[in-house]
């Protein structure tokens, strides 16, 4: 008997495995069709909010056009959409936008590669532990804070030295922008110098290189794809920014070289009209599509521009 017990125990015991055996399996395989179509799903999600995106641009684009001569729109040299007589010239807008990106990239880039080659090649692990996690919070800051910021300290700055400066005036906004857009440049740039090959650098050591020659003339020549990767996505960054413009930079649409003067940008002019005081379907209304689609296009060759340079200058270690 009790060997016949042993036994039914024993034979129980392997068909409790081979139901948890099979039920693990069962669960196993379940999670493997669901999985791919759940993460196609998530996947989806993107793309169709980029086709949502794009359709609902075109189609509003495409019924201000209908109304605006679109060479007028693209060439002509004053906009005044909103106050007679109406004018729908975007080179204005255009033109303050590219001066406040042009100020950002020259704040931002210098300051950015310097600061990524100081951690790359300079810093100590444990400084580097500490300052990048700091220089990273610059980004996670509030782009209306950066605008009030601009406003109160850099602005009244800027009327110290030059004394034709207004309270708003693109200067005060492309500084501010630049010191927004710097952790990216420094972060992106960072990250591409770090995965250059410690060989590289020991062998300009054995040959007498000093740490400086070898950051310039060894880690950042290898690393320049990456480089110049983030400076165009820092670009791409800049020339879309809003609240920072709109609080510091004024709502002036000038065609104007000169950075002391009151401008507007293309995403202020989105931001003044998108407040609800323009009825929907007027051409007013439909200038604010027709400008977000000039922006986007520009925005989508930079990322383009950007990924062509990373695969040509791409070197593979």
């Given amino acids: 008997m009790p060997r016949q017990e042993a036994l039914t125990v024993r034979q129980s ?13 069962k669960r196993v395989s379940v999670m493997n069709k669901l999985m791919p179509v759940l993460l196609f799903l998530c996947a989806s999600v993107s793309v169709l909010t980029t086709i949502g995106i794009v359709i609902t641009l075109i189609t509003e684009t495409y019924q201000f056009f209908q109304k605006i001569p679109i060479f007028d729109f693209l060439f002509g040299t004053k906009w005044s959409p909103l106050i007679p007589p109406k004018s729908f010239g975007v080179l204005p807008l255009l ?16 300051i950015g590669l310097a600061s990524a080659i100081y951690l790359s090649e300079y810093a100590p692990k444990k400084v580097r532990k500490v300052i ?20 109160s300290l850099i ?26 857009i710097i952790p990216m440049v420094c972060s992106l740039s960072e990250d591409a110098m770090s995965a250059v090959p410690r060989s590289l650098r020991d062998g300009a050591y054995a040959l007498g290189a000093t740490r400086l020659e070898v950051a310039l003339r060894i880690v950042v020549p290898a690393a320049f794809s990456g480089i110049v990767a983030s400076a165009v996505l820092a670009f791409s960054r800049a020339i879309g920014e809003t609240m920072i413009v709109t609080v510091a930079a004024g709502s002036t649409p000038n065609m104007t070289v000169n950075p002391l003067d009151s401008i507007q940008t293309m ?5 003044q009209v998108s407040l609800g005081d323009t009825p929907h379907g007027t051409v007013e209304y439909g200038s604010i599509f027709a400008v977000g689609m000039t922006l986007f296009v520009i925005t989508f060759l930079l990322n383009i521009l950007a990924q062509f340079i990373a695969r040509k200058f791409r070197e593979e270690y």
């Fill in 13 to 25: 015991q392997t068909e409790s495995k081979q139901e948890l055996y099979n039920f693990k399996n």
């Fill in 132 to 151: 990048k996690p700091i220089l990273e919070v610059l980004a996670g800051v509030p782009t209306i804070v950066y605008g009030y910021f601009a406003l």
């Fill in 95 to 110: 033109s303050g936008t590219l001066m406040i990106t042009f100020i950002a990239c020259l704040v931002a880039i210098p």
């Fill in 267 to 271: 995403t202020a002019y989105i931001v």
């Fill in 155 to 180: 602005t009244p700055l800027i009327q110290k030295v030059f004394d034709s400066a207004g309270v708003f005036n693109a200067l005060s906004a492309g500084i501010v922008v630049g010191i927004m």
